[in-house]
């Protein structure tokens, strides 16, 4: 590190004086400065690069941070005949087009026989870079500084110390300087010399959730599975494996054997490989072969043979005890210093208890997106089932037609952002259609046939799903958001949240509010709560039951395309899209309570919640999850068997 | 009415008529089925003419395994009012148990072959190790999971045909009806029931080889010399006998005294329950029994597909049956058997590509891509119009006699 501190300062020297030097005359003074120390830069070596450097700065030239970043990736070239240095573009016929490295102008193409690429090797480049980082490191656009930053996070390593504590002095940006200090910390952890240092560094780790801060200390304390007769002096240890409790007994032995210090113990299937080399007329060390049909038997045999001295001794339980227990079985840590390790270990500690708590807020957001979609795809049912007793089992594909009129009138209008503004309507519109229609030629005819009407509603889902195939195949359909929804919100290291998620919650609460609205504040509202209460009163106080009727069957519907639209957005489109939805929906609606809006909300928030606590438990299986979920929600059917906002008094009907 | 009226004229005697003569239609069945089943024989490849191949043999042996599901299903449906969209989910357990001895065995059997070849004979212990790699090497793992211990023994397994699908009814059963839920909740419940059954099988660690299925089931251990000729004519006669003795059980079940409570009880349930009947009981003797005929009628069914995946318990199987029950006629046991043959029959052969493609000139009607949307509508247009189903239309004939 102290041989490179001439080069950092001389290119930290150059970077600050650079606004203030006034340029040289000369019309190549980059060419200029390099045909000075020719011989360095064609052939260079991690002594001459230093010289290099020297004469770049002295003669200031605009575009030497190109020329270096171009030296050390392999792009320069010296023309054979005058020893003059070039970028070069290929060229057709194994040419290449010369580029003028002051001007960037072509010079004409060559041979490449006619030029020599210059290639600096690996400890050359490793100088030329970090001449290069301590520059960019004091770049005057702060832009630069941080990219120049975020290059040092990416791959980190000793050498950087020492340019970045120098950059941190000269910064002036209090963001830009914190970062440096962060940065500075997580170097030091790992690479500092001075034990202080690195503890102080582990130290401002502390509670840091950031996984850069996280990788450093796990870093720190890697360890390494090892063995002796004693534990050596000055050993690290991270804990002690007792062999049967910590570490199995036959694993403890066959690392010994590994080693060469035991004899190795015969397996099963050595033994069955033993025996079937011996096999001698038939038997096995005077035991029938077709006797062997256990493992005693066996092993008699073996033990025969072992008699015999043909193989190798078996190994018992006990001689395996004795042999482990000549050793000791430990954990060490690849870090020495065991003050560093226990500084890491309680930071990573401290860090952990902050790492869980925001996981648990990452989870609720998963939650509360994973509710607002099964709440935008029940309220629809909710107003149907709830309001006119009537089961829609083709809800689930009024989704599906929302969402494929949304993949339709993305196919038209290729602006995503127009396109999600028309299709919202137009969606609510066709379902809105499509359900009166069936309301008018089927389910009226089965008011009083409830499970009929489940049934017929069944038939149409089947034979909506085949037409939707036969209409759009069955490869499935994107639906893209637009740009402005494609990215996500990210908190820190650990949460972070899809707009399209934060949309669609945005979503469901307008609804829930529309909803509210209209069913609280309009006619069309109070007409519906009579006709749910008491159709005859109702009918006989001049409401129209069967107009109502059409009108909520129409908005369940139009509601179910306005959520097939949005669950497009992060689902595919494809024709069984609804069916997934279906029984989930109504597990919704029958857990919230039927018969109202709020129930239907309560609903979605259980069952979304609790989806994401089982999967949080188990996030390898979200299969398991749901098979669990819908087993709480028998079982919470069990219990209260209206839902959670159960209507009481005569709404509540039967 | 008082009491003291001198009772000195006998109570007429309840009409002590045979139950064969209470129910012609028992007789009928009985003898089209076993007509059917010789005609079938006779024209099999396996023991007579040839002229129905192997495989119309299993499509049909199959088919009447689903007849006796749906006559199942008629009795907790048609006769007791539970819309229950879960019977297949017993259907196919009965499958899982009787699949698991016919892979178990049939793999044991390979394997001690190959192993015995070597020139040491393999210990019981290789011998289930090697069977578990070859079953569950498809799912990334070696290890016999628990529920397959005694998967080697048929007895067992038999057993376990009849008493997984009746104990998740009895314990389901009675949690749901106990709550009294009723109507399209239940129906939901057992949906719910369904699904989350077919998502538990649907995972690679829950030991049934999660959605590969358990396959090879047409070859049953201890008969892999015989040709599938003779062994589907066998499953044949099995599947007719079992949907013989099952319509005679339902048939005798609901024409007593047990009958008039269920049909009762789909009528009206609280006047039942005010009568004093323990409802409940009633209730949940015909889910489980109905669950143990759905498992017996999967067992049978399994061998004769080959192969079972967890794709045929998803709850659409079950409204399926719904369907079929409803197409063919609730509340009579030939209904629900002419609503299955019919509607499956129908659906293999239109989708199986046997029909033929209907040139519109401006539009083709490929039956593979329409057979699901005639099926839908027509559904819905038997529901509107036909309520009583093709088996309906008996009641036209039978009236007709003096």
Redesign the interface.
């Known amino acids: 590190m102290l041989r490179l501190f001439p080069l950092v300062a001389l290119t930290l020297a150059l970077a600050i004086t650079l606004p203030l030097r006034a340029q040289t005359d000369s019309l190549t003074p980059l060419q200029d400065a390099l045909q000075s120390v020719q011989e360095h830069v064609a052939s260079p070596s991690r002594a001459t690069v230093p010289a290099v450097l020297r004469a770049l700065l002295d003669a200031d030239a605009p575009g030497t941070v190109d020329f270096l970043r171009a030296w050390g990736d392999r792009e320069v070239y010296e023309r054979a005949e005058d020893g003059l240095f070039f970028y070069a573009l290929e060229a057709p016929d194994r040419m290449l087009a010369l580029i003028d490295i002051d001007s960037g102008a072509e010079a004409g193409a060559v041979s490449t026989r006619a030029v020599n690429q210059i290639r600096p090797n690996a400890g050359v480049r490793r100088e030329i870079g970090a001449a290069l980082v301590s520059f960019e490191l004091m770049h005057p656009e702060a832009s630069r500084r941080l990219a120049a930053l975020d290059n040092i996070a990416r791959s980190p390593d000793a050498e950087q110390i020492e340019a970045l504590t120098l950059a941190r002095d000269a910064e002036d940006d209090s963001r830009i300087a914190a970062r440096m200090d962060r940065l500075l910390d997580l170097l030091n952890a790992r690479f500092a010399t001075d034990t202080d240092v690195r503890v102080d560094a582990i130290d401002g780790l502390r509670g840091d959730i950031s996984t850069e801060a996280r990788r450093v200390l796990n870093q720190i304390l890697q360890t390494r599975a090892e063995f002796a007769p004693e534990i050596p002096e000055g050993t690290n240890v991270a804990r002690i494996r007792a062999p049967g409790s910590d570490i199995e007994l036959i694993a403890a032995y066959a690392t010994l054997a590994e080693a060469g210090l035991v004899p190795a113990r015969p397996g099963r299937n050595a033994i069955r490989d033993a025996l079937r080399r011996n096999v001698v007329d038939g038997a096995v060390g005077g035991i029938p072969v077709h006797q062997l049909t256990s493992d005693e038997m066996r092993r008699a045999a073996y033990a025969a043979l072992e008699a015999q001295g043909s193989v190798a001794p078996l190994v018992t339980e006990d001689d395996m005890r004795a042999a482990v227990r000549e050793v000791v079985f430990f954990d060490a840590y690849l870090e020495p210093d065991p003050a560093v390790t226990d500084a890491a270990r309680d930071a990573l500690d401290s860090t952990r208890t902050r790492i869980s708590l925001w996981q648990f807020v990452s989870i609720s957001l998963d939650a509360l997106s994973l509710a607002s979609i099964f709440f935008l795809a029940a309220i629809g049912l909710a107003i149907t089932f709830g309001v006119m007793r009537v089961i829609n089992m083709a809800h689930g594909e009024f989704i599906m037609m929302g969402a494929y009129t949304g993949y339709v009138v993305q196919t038209v209008i290729p602006n995503y952002t127009t396109s999600l503004i028309v299709a919202l309507p137009l969606a609510f519109a066709v379902t809105f259609a499509a359900g009166v229609a069936m309301e008018r030629l089927v389910i009226r005819h089965l008011y009083t046939r409830p499970l009929e009407t489940l049934l017929a509603t069944f038939g149409i889902s089947i034979a909506l799903q085949q037409l939707a195939k036969n209409i759009f195949g069955t490869q499935a359909r994107p639906l893209t958001a637009p740009d402005w929804l494609a990215g996500a919100i990210q908190v820190n290291d650990v949460v972070s949240v899809a707009s399209i998620r934060v949309a669609i919650f945005v979503m469901a609460i307008g609804f829930l509010a529309m909803l509210l609205y209209i069913l609280n504040r309009t006619r069309l509202g109070l007409e519906v709560r009579a006709v749910t209460q008491n159709p005859g009163m109702a009918a006989s106080m001049g409401i129209n039951p069967d107009r109502i009727n059409m009108l909520t069957f129409g908005l369940g519907s139009g509601i179910a395309g306005v959520a097939g639209v949005s669950i497009g957005l992060v689902a595919q489109v494809t024709s069984e899209m609804g069916a997934n939805y279906i029984v989930q929906s109504f597990m919704t609606v029958v857990v919230g309570g039927v018969g109202s809006v709020f129930g239907t909300l309560a609903g979605a928030t259980l069952i979304g919640f609790l989806q994401k606590g089982i999967e949080w438990f188990n996030p390898a299986n979200t299969l398991a999850a749901q098979t669990f979920m819908v087993l709480f929600i028998i079982l919470f059917i069990q219990f209260r068997p209206k839902g959670i906002v159960a209507l009481k008094g005569r709404a509540a009907g039967d | 009415m008082s009491l003291d009226i001198p009772r000195n004229t006998a109570a007429p005697a309840p009409s002590r008529r045979s139950f064969l003569h209470e129910n012609p239609s028992v007789l009928w069945f009985m003898g089209l089925l076993g007509v059917f089943t010789v005609a079938v024989t006779v024209l099999s490849e396996g023991f007579g003419l040839g002229l129905i191949s192997t495989n119309l043999v299993k499509v049909l042996g199959m088919t009447l395994c689903l007849c006796l599901i749906a006559i199942a299903m008629d009795v907790v449906w048609g006769y007791c009012g539970i ?1 229950s969209l879960g019977h297949f989910a017993f259907f196919g357990l009965g499958g899982y148990a009787i699949g698991m001895w016919l892979m178990y065995a049939r793999t044991e059997i390979v394997i001690r072959d190959s192993l015995g070849r ?9 011998v289930s190790e090697a069977v578990a790699a070859q079953i569950f090497g498809v799912v990334g793992s070696s290890e016999l999971p628990l529920i397959w211990t005694f998967a080697g023994s048929l007895p067992f397994q038999l057993a376990m045909v009849v008493l997984v699908p009746g104990v998740l009814a009895l314990v ?1 059963g009675w ?2 009806f ?4 009723t ?3 239940l ?3 057992t ?3 369904t ?2 059954l077919s ?2 099988l ?2 690679n ?1 829950t030991g049934l080889r999660g959605n590969n299925g358990l396959s090879g089931l047409q070859n049953i251990p201890g008969f892999l010399h015989v040709p599938q000729s003779v062994l589907s004519v066998w499953f044949f006669w099995a599947s007719a006998f079992m949907l013989g003795a099952g319509y005679l059980l339902f048939a005798w079940v609901v024409s007593g005294k047990f009958g008039s409570v269920i049909r009762a009880i789909r009528d009206n349930e609280a006047r039942v329950r005010f009568l004093g009947y323990n409802v409940e009981g009633y209730k949940l003797f015909v889910f489980t029994v109905t669950a143990v005929i759905s498992g017996i009628a999967g067992a049978l069914y399994y061998p004769q597909a080959g192969i079972i995946n967890p794709a045929e318990i998803a ?2 199987a079950s ?1 399926y049956l ?2 079929w029950v ?1 197409i063919g006629g609730r509340g009579r046991l030939y209904g629900a058997v002419i609503g299955a043959a019919f509607v499956s029959l129908l659906s293999s052969w239109l989708t199986g590509g046997g029909a033929p493609n209907i040139d519109l000139g401006f539009y083709r009607i490929v039956w593979t ?5 005639l ?6 247009a038997v ?2 119009f036909f ?1 009583k189903g093709i088996g309906g239309l008996f009641d036209y004939l039978v009236r007709k006699k003096p």
């Not at chain 2, 070597?118 to 290789?126: A, F, M, Q, S």
């Open positions: 819309l070597g020139t040491i004979p393999p210990t019981e212990l290789e389901f949690l749901a106990r709550s009294r839920v109507g399209v909740y129906s939901i419940l949906q719910a029931m699904l989350a998502l538990y649907f995972q660690d709850p659409i409204i719904a369907v409803a891509d329409w057979w699901l949307v099926l839908g509508l027509g559904f819905v529901t509107l309520p």
